[in-house]
């Protein structure tokens, strides 16, 4: 069923007087589906920008909930937010809809994982890359090439940041520079080199802007280079990617998707970037009664829970956060061994 284009808003009078997008390009942004995958730091910019703009649908996926160390740099949250330990995606949704009810929003609360990746973003036009880990992002890049949906790749910490565009048939993808993810550890990390602000913003910014070039239809003059830029240290450069597209790319050269088609039995393991915690989580969602849960673990300790997950407080440094698709937060620890250790405790094997 095709959307219906509403007529053009007065609030976009500022922006309809920029001759690139002007009218017609305002008409194709409001007919435009759009992914949002991540909503921290960079997702919450990158869905400011989308819903200010007038994309007309737009896709909030998050598996995560506000708590106090994302208000520095996650700029659509609040204190309450984070004391009601609202989930990102439905926490941003409600924001994002006082700003823009011409705009429909379809928060997610979600891993992106094999199992479901292909559900959330094939009928989308365009998709956002507002993660922090590189194992998300070669997922996103097998289905945006598998579908021939374009995507925006987009990564900081410190004061550094990256930007690329990927447009299935046209560019390299991410595998024909990459041809895996870095190896855990050989990184730097929020954890590692911590993040300012500011740089967020600049590289969401870049990213929305070759988004709107998209969705305006004005594709001639996206960047085709990848982006590198240092805030504090004041370096800019530009990587030419012409020649980088490779004939025996696995994704792109050879129609081999494998983060996409990638079987795991069991559950997956991750540790989480600048949250001292780890994430288990089944491979197919599981269905848990937070009600069920709650009177299990209340014997045991300290229970908290609102009407989207429940915190167990093991100690005063650990706690299991635990969501009803099946997957647990073992927070206090970045160690996985750790992680898995409580999770056997008190969720079982």
């Known amino acids: 069923m095709q959307q219906q ?26 007919g435009a589906r759009v992914a949002i995958v991540g909503m921290g730091a960079l997702g919450t910019v990158l869905a400011n920008h989308m819903v200010r703009a007038g994309a007309g649908y737009i896709r909030l996926i998050d598996r995560d909930f506000v708590e106090m160390s994302n208000l520095q740099r996650q700029m659509l949250y609040d204190e309450e937010d984070a004391e009601q330990s609202r989930p990102k995606a439905l926490a941003a949704a409600g924001k994002l809809a006082r700003v823009n009810s011409l705009v ?14 292909e559900d959330l973003l094939r009928d989308t036009d365009l998709i956002l890359d507002g993660t922090d880990n590189f194992a998300v992002r070669f997922l996103i890049n097998d289905v945006s090439v598998k579908h021939g949906i374009p995507w925006i790749y987009g990564g900081a910490v410190s004061s550094r940041g990256v930007v690329m565009a990927v447009i299935p048939g046209k560019t390299p993808c991410l595998r024909c520079l990459f041809d895996q993810p870095p190896e855990q550890g050989t990184t730097e990390t929020c954890d ?17 802007a070759e988004a709107l070039k998209l ?39 050879q129609g081999r ?28 969602p599981l269905a848990f009664d937070l009600n069920e849960w709650a009177d299990r673990l209340g014997r045991l300790g300290r229970v908290e829970r609102n009407p989207f997950l ?13 969501f009803p698709d099946g997957r647990i937060l073992i927070q206090g620890t970045s160690d996985p061994a750790a992680a898995k250790s409580l999770y056997a405790r008190y969720i079982g094997s």
């Open 5 to 30: 284009i509403p007529s053009i808003d007065p609030r976009y009078s500022r922006q309809l007087l920029f001759p690139p997008i002007g009218e017609a390009g305002q008409a194709r942004l409001a």
């Open 257 to 284: 998707y494998d983060y996409l088609d990638v079987r795991i039995e069991g559950d997956t393991v991750q540790t989480l970037c600048g949250r001292d915690s780890v994430q288990i989580a089944p491979v197919r």
């Open 310 to 322: 429940l915190k167990f407080h093991v100690d005063d440094t650990r706690r299991l956060v635990i």
């Open 192 to 208: 590692t080199a911590g993040v300012i602000g500011p740089i967020i913003h600049v590289v969401a910014s870049f990213q929305a």
């Open 104 to 117: 429909r929003l379809d928060p997610h609360v979600a891993d992106l994982n094999p199992g479901n990746a």
């Open 215 to 253: 969705l305006a239809g004005d594709s001639g003059h996206l960047n085709r280079r990848m982006l590198h830029f240092d805030l504090w240290y004041n370096q800019f450069s530009q990587v030419e990617l012409s020649k980088a597209k490779k004939p025996e790319c696995p994704a792109c050269g």
